[in-house]
């Protein structure tokens, strides 16, 4: 992701790159937990999210089509507890 800026000294256009990297895995089969405020936003923006488990990926797709990570499911229902 890309964001331009122009500095108020110079007049230059300075863009900042963040580099995400994303895990590969089972993140295409599987639907994860993640924070709703960042989900949210992910899908909006198309940024990458970390789920609970710590799978970094671009929700893109409908996750009531896949089963629940259980790996995200099991801490989820520690953190209710």
């Given at each position: 992701m890309t964001t331009p800026t122009v500095s108020p000294d110079t007049g230059t256009?300075?863009?900042?790159?963040?580099?995400?990297?994303?895990?590969?895995?089972?993140?295409e089969r599987l639907s994860h937990y993640a924070p709703k405020d960042k989900l949210m936003q992910a899908m909006v923006e198309g940024t990458p999210?970390?789920?609970l488990c710590g799978k970094v990926w671009v929700p893109t797709r409908d996750p009531n089509r896949f089963p629940v990570c259980p790996e995200c499911?099991?801490?989820?229902?520690s953190l209710s507890d």
């Open positions: 256009v300075v863009e900042e790159r963040v580099d995400y990297r994303l895990d590969e895995g089972d993140h999210v970390r789920a499911k099991e801490i989820y229902e």
